[in-house]
Structures are given as C-alpha cells and as structure tokens.
C-alpha cells in the first residue's frame, strides 16, 4: 500500500501509568491493540471467554515486550452472570481505569448457545455480545473509568453499520433476560442456534454508535471526565471471517493479502482507528475514526462517516431504555465526596441491589457482581 501521510502507529503516545481492559483481546484486532498499549507502557487487561486462548495471547505480547503487564479475566458477553462477575473482579482489582475497549465481537454463531443466559431468554446472541454484552459490562465498571480523569471508552463498529437497521420494535417484544433460565431454548442442526448474520451483525455494529453518541450525550450532560469514542477497522482480515463460506474466507484470506490489499488490510492496520479513538490527544467525545482510504476500507485512520440512523438523537436514546431494560443495568452518572473530601464517583448500583450492600460495596467490601 502507498505510503500515507495521517495518524499513525508512531503517534500512539507513552502510556505508563494507564489500565485498558479490552475485550476480545485474545486475537485479532484486540490483540493488535493490545500489543501496542502494552508496549507503550499501559497496564492490559485481556478480557476474553477463551482463557487458555487469553494465556496464549498474553505470552506472546510478554514475548514482543518482556516487561509487558498483561493481565487476564474471564469474560463471556453472553452470559449475564459472567458480566457481573468479571465487571465484580475487575472492580476488586482496579480501583480506577483509564481504558475500556469494547472489541469482542460476533458474525456468525458456531458454538452450541443453547444454554447461554442470553440466548434463553430470547435475545438474538450476535446483538447480545456486540451490543447488550457490552453496554451492561460498561455500566458496571462506569464509576472506575468516572474515577480516572482522561478516560475513554472506546466500542469498535463496523462499515456494515452503514446498511443496519435499529428494529427498536423488535427488541421491545423481547422478554426481560434471566441470569440462570431452567429451561434453555434448544439449537438447530448441528447445535447451532438459528441466525440470521445479515442482519444482525449490521444491527449490531449500527446499536454500537448509537450507543456511544448517546453515552457521550450523557457523560456531557453529567461534566464527567471520560470520553465515549467510536471506531471501525475498515475492511481487515480478523477472527470473525473464519465462519464465512468458503469463497468468502479465500477472497479475505492472508494469501490473497498481495491482490487485494487495496481493499482489504491487516488486522495491524485495522487496529489503527481503536488506538487513535483511545489515545489521540486531540479526540473528542463522540468522535469516530476509521480507514481514509477508498470507501473507508482500508488506509491510516481519520474521522469517518456515521449514517443518519446512528445519528439520530431519539433513537439513541429508545435504544438506551431498551438495552437498560434487557440487560438489567442502570447507568448512574453522579459524583458524591470521596473519604478525603475530593469529589469521586458513586458507584452503579446493580438491579435490586439494598442499600446496605451498596453500603458495603462502596466501602470496597464487595465487587459490583
């Protein structure tokens, strides 16, 4: 690819001092991210279901940097109970945190979901880890980043957002998730749950801008000092396409990289847009960032185009009621005084949570999970 002149690898500044959990961090575009965050000095934290893929990931960063901190947590986006628990540890762990990177995604569901929380209580599971997932992690760990002046919160999209549709109507006839369903749906042939990628994905990767405009609106309102910044990687060779059909896994394969690189670009390259909403010293609340390059497939990362249905402002906040609603979280914005008398955030108080455990939680007794 021509050279370019933008944003790019060398303009990721010193991160020492920092923690970023990303999600999905064993692989791909995470991975990539990861990386680069650990070698400038940042804390990492790879939250991913996939533990011994985790481990693996973690020593190979080690192996690039040895003197990496790189961390790892459990974390499956389409179990309710494994968001509070991994939200719960990280909680315990870190008493502030300076990045979230909402990565880990879903296109087309191989493994047998029949008995995941999610999937039982009737929410399609490629929005669920995409979006639902996501928004109820961030909720849960919104007062450890609100405790970080500087922080971010960064959700990866997609150029597909550009063709989804919210289907707000939809989701409003879903049922209220349960964490612990007795009688889970069951899975099509083969184990698989029926799924219907080309319209979901979009939907998916469209619910997270309209979640990060609204959750910028939001923070805005409320003074706090952490940005929500969006990002897509183009068209780049990751995880997600090991699902596709074949002649689709071939014409995004390595070896067709020579061919079509004026189209498709490393999972490097792709990672590029993630960093600068993360780091670029000049980003803003509500910004997105992806490829500069033809059609925003592939190329040095610069604002990007958002569709009319990601902007729009109603929506975003229909979404908002919906997703609180079928992930149980509620978002709570508000600063109280610290023990030393400085302003510090007050924490999310889970669904149904009594005053006397918040008590205790506060007082750092207790996890939020």
Known sequence: MRAQAGWGLADVPDQRGRTAVITGGNSGLGFETAAVLAERGATVVLACRDLTKAEQAAARIRKGVPDADVRIEELDLLSPASVQAAAGRLRAAHPRLDLLINNAGLMRPQRDLSAAAAVAAGIEPTFYVNHLGHFALTGLL????????????????????????????????????????????SAGPGGRLPSRPRLHY????????????????????????????????????????????????????????????????????????????????????????????????????????????????????????????????????????????????????????????????????????
């Not at 960064?154 to 919210?166: E, F, I, P």
Request: no cysteine; aromatic share 6%; net charge positive.
């Open 142 to 185: 919104l007062d450890r980043l609100l405790a970080s002046p500087g922080s971010r919160i960064v959700t990866v999209s997609s150029l597909v957002h550009l063709v989804g549709r919210a289907d707000l109507e939809g989701l409003a006839r879903l049922p209220a998730p349960r964490v612990s369903p007795e009688a889970p749906r």
């Open 202 to 369: 979009p939907r998916s990767k469209l619910a997270n801008l309209m979640f990060t405009f609204e959750l910028h609106r939001r923070l805005a309102a409320a003074g706090a000092p952490t940005l929500a910044v969006a990002a897509h990687p183009g068209i780049a060779r990751t995880g997600l396409t090991r699902n596709l059909a074949p002649p689709a896994r071939v014409f995004l394969g390595v070896r067709a990289a020579p061919v079509m690189s004026w189209l498709i670009q490393s999972p490097q390259m792709g990672a590029l847009a993630t960093l600068r909403a993360a780091t670029d010293t000049t980003a803003r609340g509500g910004d997105y960032y992806g490829p500069s390059g033809w059609f925003g497939s592939t190329g040095l990362p610069a604002a990007a185009r958002s569709s009319s249905r990601a902007r729009d402002a109603e929506q975003q906040r229909r979404l908002w009621r919906e997703s609180e609603r079928l992930s149980g979280v509620t978002y709570d914005f508000g600063v109280g005084p610290g023990a030393d008398g400085a302003q510090t955030p007050a924490p999310v108080t889970a669904p149904g949570e009594k005053p006397a455990r918040r008590a205790r939680r506060r007082a750092g007794i207790l996890g939020n999970g």
